[in-house]
C-alpha cells in the first residue's frame, strides 16, 4: 500500500493564504501562476466575496482577469435597506373603500400614509358619502367617475373588489401600493409598526433573482448575501416590479380551509423575503400588493368574475387571475417578482361558512386555469406589458374558451381592459 505524498510547502503556503484572505489587502506581489491557483481555489472554497473579487482584479494580471471575463463574474452592489429614501411623488396608495366612514382606517395608517397622494375609489355599490378625516392627500373616485372615464358599458369590469384596478388606470406615478379598507398596520417581532411603502419600494428597487434560487432568499437585503455556489454571472439579477406582502391575524385562505379551521390566524412574522422563482405560479392576493406601474401596469387587471360571486373575498377569483396573468408576463419578460415583507394585519370580513354554501366554482376552476398557464407560451415579439397581455387573451379564447362560456369572457374583458388603458393613459 502506497503511502500519499505530503502536501509541498508551497500547496501549505497557497491554503494559508486562502484561510487569511480577508485579512490581506494586496496580491500584486505574487506571480501570475501562483495567482491563479489560488483565485481557482477560493472559488472552490466558495470564499470569493466582492472584496476579494476586488483585491483580484487590482492586480491588473491579465490571466486573472481573462479568467473572471470567461466565467462572467460580476461586482454586485448590495444596496443597504435603512438608506433607501423614496420621493412621495412616485408613489401612489390605492385604497379600496368598502365602507363609507374611513375615519378609524385613516388615522391608523396616518403615520405611513400621511406624505404619500391616496387614490381612494368607493365601491360602486356604496351609496353613502365617504367619511375621511383631514390631513392626507386624496382623490375619490365614485361611480359616476367610472361611468365617465371608462364608460357605463364597462363599469361592471370595476365593480366589488375589483374597483381597486379603477385606481391602477388613473395612476400617474411610477409604483402603486394596493390595500382595502379592512387592513391594519402590522407590527414586526419588536413590536414597531411596520411601514409598507417603504418594504415596497425597497423590494422594487432592489432585483430579483428569478433564475436561481438563493436559500438565504432575497440577497439584497441588509445582513445576507448570495450562498457558495451560486452563479456569478446571475447574481446582478433582473428588474423586480411586483412585491406580494402577507398578511398577520386572517391569512388569505380559502373558504373550504377556513370553514374547516375557524379558529386558524396566522401570528408568525416571518423576517424574510424571496423571489418567486421563474416559472413558477402563484396566487396572488390584490391587498398588500405594490407594483411598478410604468413596467407591468397593463398586466395588472379585471377580467374573471364568477356567475355568482359576491362581496367577500372568499367568493372572488380576479385578483388570483391578475397573479396569473401578471406573473406569466413577467416570466417571459425576464422581470422579478418578490414576496414575503411586508405584513399588514386582515381583519375579517364575512363568513367563509357562508360563502361555502354558494355554488363557487373557483376551488374547481383553479385545476384548469393552472396547467393552462404552466404551457402558456408567448411569441418573441411580445416585448411589452400589454403585446404579453394581447397574447394571453387570444390563447386563452382560444384554449380556455371553447369549453367554458364564462372564460371566452374573460378574454374579451382583457381585450376591453387595454383598450380602456390605451385611451385613459392618452388622458391622464
Not at 154 to 164: D, L, V
Not at 248 to 271: C, H
Not at 316 to 345: F, M, N, Q, R
Request: glycine share 6%.
Amino acid at each position: 500500500m502506497s503511502t500519499p505524498c505530503p502536501p509541498s510547502l508551497l500547496s501549505l503556503a497557497i491554503d494559508a493564504a486562502l484561510f487569511n484572505l480577508h485579512n490581506i489587502s494586496d496580491l500584486s506581489f505574487l506571480p501570475e501562476h501562483l495567482l491563479i491557483d489560488l483565485f481557482l481555489r477560493t472559488l472552490r472554497a466558495g470564499k470569493l466575496t466582492d472584496r476579494i473579487l476586488r483585491i483580484f482584479v487590482a492586480t491588473g494580471k491579465e490571466e486573472i482577469l481573462s479568467v473572471i471575463q470567461a466565467l462572467n463574474i460580476q461586482f454586485v452592489l448590495t444596496p443597504v435597506l435603512p438608506t433607501i429614501t423614496i420621493d412621495s411623488n412616485e408613489v401612489d396608495i390605492v385604497i379600496a373603500a368598502f365602507h363609507s366612514d374611513l375615519t378609524s382606517f385613516m388615522e391608523e395608517w396616518r403615520p405611513i400614509f400621511s406624505r404619500f397622494h391616496l387614490i381612494i375609489v368607493e365601491d360602486p355599490d356604496l351609496k353613502e358619502e365617504l367619511k375621511i378625516p383631514k390631513g392626507f392627500d386624496f382623490d375619490v373616485y365614485t361611480k359616476s367617475d367610472i361611468d365617465k372615464l371608462a364608460g357605463s358599458s364597462n363599469a361592471a369590469m370595476f365593480s366589488g373588489y375589483s374597483c381597486r384596478y379603477f385606481g391602477y388606470l388613473v395612476s400617474k406615478r411610477k409604483y402603486i401600493i394596493s390595500i382595502d379598507d379592512d387592513c391594519s398596520p402590522a407590527k414586526d417581532n419588536n413590536g414597531d409598526l411596520v411601514d409598507i411603502v417603504t418594504q415596497h419600494i425597497t423590494n422594487l428597487r432592489t432585483p430579483a433573482t428569478p433564475f436561481f434560487f438563493n436559500t438565504l432568499y432575497d440577497p439584497y437585503r441588509k445582513g445576507a448575501d448570495f450562498v457558495r455556489g451560486y452563479p456569478f454571472g446571475l447574481r446582478s439579477g433582473v428588474t423586480c416590479v411586483l412585491s406580494c406582502g402577507l398578511w398577520l391575524n386572517l391569512a388569505d385562505y380559502d373558504a373550504p380551509t377556513q370553514s374547516l379551521k375557524p379558529e386558524l390566524r396566522n401570528s408568525r412574522y416571518v423576517d424574510a423575503v424571496l423571489t418567486v422563482p421563474k416559472n413558477t405560479l402563484m396566487p396572488m392576493s390584490g391587498i398588500n400588493l405594490a407594483f411598478d406601474r410604468e413596467m407591468v401596469g397593463p398586466a395588472l387587471l379585471p377580467a374573471l368574475k364568477l356567475a355568482k360571486e359576491g362581496k367577500f373575498r372568499w367568493e372572488t377569483i380576479e385578483d388570483i387571475w391578475c397573479g396569473l396573468v401578471v406573473k406569466a408576463v413577467c416570466d417571459h419578460l425576464d422581470l422579478g417578482v418578490k414576496t414575503g415583507l411586508p405584513y399588514v394585519s386582515r381583519n375579517e370580513r364575512g363568513s367563509a361558512i357562508d360563502s361555502l354554501k354558494k355554488e363557487w366554482e373557483g376551488v374547481k376552476l383553479m385545476e384548469e386555469l393552472v396547467p393552462f398557464f404552466q404551457s402558456l407560451k408567448l411569441s418573441p415579439e411580445a416585448v411589452t406589458a400589454e403585446s404579453c397581455v394581447t397574447e394571453i387573451a387570444a390563447a386563452v379564447k382560444k384554449g380556455l374558451g371553447r369549453s367554458h362560456t364564462e372564460l371566452a369572457n374573460v378574454a374579451d374583458s382583457m381585450v376591453a381592459w387595454l383598450k380602456i388603458w390605451k385611451e385613459v393613459r392618452s388622458r391622464v
